[in-house]
């Protein structure tokens, strides 16, 4: 694919050529920034784009985990953009950050909504949930699903950690990250990253699990599951990150139905951080980084379409975490997504 970039008032158009000589006429505008680290994305009820940011951590209680010091504060938060504002409407959502040099956040991931007032959030964790207690009372916070009504005032509506504990679907080591989180009536589905399986969670908060990815030490790398949607066919569809060293072309898109193994739908990917479709029945596959090592290199945005023909719809992007198509067809972006203060929306036309 070839393309050209060219900035008409504040507004980024990409010219890009894609397999086949026809050329797509790409728009990108910033509709949200100043973002403590965005993640998922979601619209609302009403209609207006929300964007949960997982933080930038804090000053304590301080503990070790993955072999760096993380330390807590409460600056979680759920942004909205509404008839050309930008507020935060939920704050004090758990989070920490970490004391390397690229400041990892762990915090809120995803929003997914059923009905209004039916915000529901996962918070990440990443380690052993019995490691949870030494971040003081408010480690139990983390590792949950929670509920944001209006009114802002969140609450707990799982221990999607605790069932990991008990339960460990995959059978391997204990380690818990809840990441995506996908709403339905009377249910939420929840890919939990670390325990390399998707979740069932009842509205009473009950935990069953739908599907284990394969991982090591059958696979030569983890899954680490990071979004769950439904498809046109009313299959869940689940995407991977893949682990250390997260090489290229290890990443896969799966296919589930409750009662059955999961199938790969799509394989080949790079470090994919969400997906989504469009009414058209395309698949959207959104790579945080496509360097060859680790998180190098740009992100990307690939879309696959119905006959499984690939395009690159946005290249160029930094960390992004989030896409999601809208009905009319508007992609909206995460972006620099491991960014505190400086975080974004992108919006593709």
Not at 103 to 121: C, K, L, W, Y
Not at 155 to 171: F, K, Q
Not at 205 to 210: E, V, Y
Not at 215 to 234: F, I, K, W
Request: glycine share 14%; net charge negative.
């Amino acid at each position: 694919m070839n393309r050209t970039v060219r900035v008409v008032g504040g507004i980024m158009f990409c010219v890009c050529v894609l397999a086949g000589g026809a050329p797509v006429h790409t728009a990108v505008t910033v509709v949200m920034s100043g973002l403590d680290n965005p993640r998922g994305l979601a619209l609302g009820p009403e209609g207006a784009l929300y964007v949960v940011e997982a933080g930038r951590g804090g000053d304590g209680p301080c503990q070790v985990l993955r072999g760096l010091l993380r330390c807590y504060r409460a600056t979680g938060a759920v942004s909205r953009y509404w008839r050309g504002t930008q507020e935060r409407v939920a704050t004090g959502l758990p989070s920490y950050v970490g004391s390397s040099a690229d400041a990892e956040v762990t915090g809120p991931h995803d929003i997914s909504f059923q009905g209004r007032g039916g915000a529901f959030i996962t918070i990440g964790f990443g380690g052993n949930p019995a490691l949870r207690s030494l971040f003081g009372p408010a480690g139990a916070l983390f590792g949950t699903l929670v509920q944001a009504p209006a009114s802002g005032r969140w609450r707990v509506v799982a221990d999607i950690s605790a069932y990991e504990s008990t339960a460990n679907p995959d059978g391997n080591l204990i380690d818990t990250n809840p990441y995506g989180v996908l709403a339905e009536p009377g249910k939420h589905i929840v890919a939990d990253a670390g325990a390399n399986a998707l979740l069932e969670v009842e509205a009473n908060g009950d935990i069953s699990t739908l599907a284990v990815f394969p991982a090591r030490p059958g696979r030569s790398t983890d899954a680490v599951p990071t979004a769950v949607v439904v498809g046109p066919d009313g299959a869940y569809y689940v995407s991977e990150l893949s682990g250390v060293p997260f090489a290229d072309g290890a990443a896969r898109v799966y296919r589930v139905v409750a009662g059955q193994a999961p199938e790969v739908y799509q394989a080949g990917f790079k470090t994919i951080i969400d997906l989504d479709f469009g009414r058209d029945g395309s698949l959207y596959v959104l790579q945080h980084a496509t360097g060859a090592t680790f998180f190098s290199g740009p992100g990307q945005l690939i879309r696959v379409a119905p006959d499984g023909s690939r395009s690159v719809v946005v290249s160029d992007l930094t960390r992004p975490t989030s896409v999601l198509v809208g009905e009319d067809g508007t992609i909206y972006i995460s972006n620099r997504g491991i960014s505190i203060g400086t975080g974004e929306v992108l919006r593709i036309d």
